[in-house]
């Protein structure tokens, strides 16, 4: 049996390692809900690690290194409203292609960059997030259970992880609760009544893309310079569709998304927290362990595709009607 400590610690890595799926998973819901289906989370994501971890590297400024995967993020948003809102492609290879271009160039420049075979120097210093105590986090930790909670599991986070759970409940109140937010869930299920009440349904469409590239920015650069130490070749390990998977489970709800992402999470935290498991003689192999996320992604594909209902006039290009 795991001591309390071990847990405590589990579920901090859980935490960590959640963050970036959630940011992601988020952006998905954004562009989703508006109807256009995004598979190039991923390489937004990539990109978006790579362009922070090298101008965090060069300026020594994390801030300016946020600022530029944001951008870089954004482009690639950009490129793909285009495609799949004014030029009506098709929304599942617009996505495709992304990953395609993030995952070439991101090496291709890296290589150029800094000759260091595909990947940036380490960041150390201000080149990275560095960890927010709180107040008497130092102080209380001796506290039974208590101590524990409040000075490892809530405190020593970067400010993106905080950012990233409190854009939860954001993205509750922006979709629920704000004129926005019910035009945006509209144009997903029927845009034409929405163009009927005179709202742009390219400008709501165009909003929540960009919405979802600032996202993945953010999720990017957090992997680069809070979660790592730099840049790396493939660095986002599939991450880009565990959220994909996360917010189907989720069926497209803000707060069942933070729970899926959670869970995806726990599962990388146990896998890299406890490696080679021996089960009375039988030892479970560490692959076992780094393949489990994944493996929870295609059940719960395979399980939960056809219960999860997506919004009706997602992947359809609107053609505004004479």
């Known amino acids: 049996m795991m001591d309390f400590l071990t847990i405590i610690q589990v579920l901090d890595s859980t935490i960590r390692l959640s963050t970036p799926l959630l940011l992601a998973c988020l952006a998905g819901l954004y562009s989703e809900r508006a109807g256009i289906f995004d598979i190039g989370l ?3 994501m990539l990109m978006a690690a790579f362009f ?53 160039m991101t090496v291709l420049v890296a290589q150029d960059w800094f000759k260091q075979g595909g990947r940036t120097p380490s960041l150390f210093g201000g080149a990275r997030f560095e960890p927010i105590d709180w107040p008497l986090a130092e102080t209380l930790s001796g506290i039974p259970v208590l101590g524990p909670i409040y000075a490892e599991l809530l405190s020593g986070h970067s400010v993106l ?22 035009r945006l869930r509209a144009v997903g299920e029927n845009p034409a009544a929405v163009d009927t009440a005179g709202v742009s349904v390219v400008g709501l469409r165009y909003a929540a893309v960009m919405i979802c590239g600032v996202l993945c920015g953010i999720a990017g650069a957090y992997l680069a310079t809070a979660l790592q130490a730099g840049f790396v070749k493939d660095m986002t390990a599939g991450r880009g569709f565990i959220a994909l998977a996360a917010l189907i489970f989720a069926k497209w709800r803000p707060l069942h998304a933070m729970w899926a992402c959670l869970l995806f999470g726990l599962l990388q935290a146990v896998a890299l927290r406890f490696q080679n498991i021996d089960l009375g003689g039988v030892v479970i192999p560490v692959q076992v362990m780094d393949a489990l996320p994944y493996i929870l992604t295609v059940v719960i594909l395979a399980g939960f595709v056809g219960k999860a209902i997506p919004p009706r006039a997602g992947g359809e290009p609107y053609v505004k009607e004479r």
Do not use: C, D, M
């Not at 922070?52 to 590297?57: H, K």
């Not at 870089?72 to 495609?83: D, K, P």
């Not at 905080?162 to 937010?181: E, I, N, S």
């Open 161 to 182: 992880v905080y950012l990233a759970f409190l854009a939860v409940p954001g993205t509750w109140w922006l979709l629920y609760r704000t004129r926005f937010g019910l």
């Open 52 to 104: 922070s971890a090298a101008v965090a590297a060069v300026s020594g400024s994390v801030w300016l290194g946020l600022l530029a995967g944001i951008a870089s993020s954004l482009v690639l948003a950009g490129l793909h409203g285009l495609a799949s809102i004014t030029f009506r492609g098709n929304q599942l290879i617009s996505g495709v292609a992304i990953n395609f271009l993030a995952a070439g």
């Open 42 to 44: 991923e390489g937004k």
